[in-house]
């Protein structure tokens, strides 16, 4: 079979284990089915996620014009604690960023090589988790809007990594940290008026991928350098696909690149 489109995130389903989606436009490829079989990729020409030219993706699958001018990447989307929507203060479309930033916002706990402190709308739970390949996660505080939630995260990182470990992560290293244990800790570095966000009882989702074997080691593939890529699938976890020789291939970060896959 043959299909053809521009790269996106892939969309995710909770599940033991977790469910995966190839979104080929018109059609999906259940990835999960594709365990154990060759997949072909073969990278065709660019198309920004935004104007849908073929120029070069810059990042997050748009070209530099749009990345540097569409609402949706904004600095408050990296730093949450520049979020200005809830002061009425416009960075690049205030209705945007108001119907983003004014939400509910989770401020969590996620485990990975190491336990991270992130932030999420609370409706990209628990696919935020799913995409950094989290074992488990926390959440420790929900806010109205994305700015509280930034303001507590800047408090928690200066204790606690925000960063995932994407290597380690695919080898399947893991921390025995406990969540529970860290969630009492960071309490105490909050600020009075962000403790009212807390949440009492939270509770820990644990994430399963579909993971036949980690690789050893990790060889990432970049489909501009190496536009001819097959290999034999042995997993998908966070963003990635795993396959039987140590490549990854990382999904989000080729969004705007038109492919063709053959399986
Ligand atoms: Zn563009």
Known sequence: MYYESVLRRMPTELGQPIQYYLDMGDDFIILN?????????????????????????????????CYFESPQVGAWVMKPEKSQAHLGIEDRDLAYEQSVQLKPHIVYLAKTSDVKVGVTRKSQIPFRWIDQGADAALPILETPNRYL??????????????????????????TDKDLLAIREEVKAYLSKDLINYWLEKPEILSLQYPVLKNPEKV?????????DFKGV???????????DDGHVLNIRNHSGYVVGVTI
């Not at 998908?236 to 696909?241: E, H």
């Open 33 to 65: 089915n594709l365990l154990g079989r060759k997949i072909h990729f073969s990278f065709k020409k660019y198309e920004c996620l935004n104007c849908g030219q073929d120029l070069p993706v810059f990042a997050q699958g748009l070209c530099k014009k």
């Open 149 to 174: 939630a930034g303001q507590a995260e800047v408090l928690i990182k200066q204790h606690i990594t925000d960063k995932t470990g994407w290597q380690k992560m695919l080898k399947g290293i893991s």
């Open 219 to 227: 060889k990432s593939i970049n489909l501009e350098k190496m536009p």
């Open 233 to 243: 699938l042995s997993g998908i976890k966070g963003q990635y696909l795993i396959f």
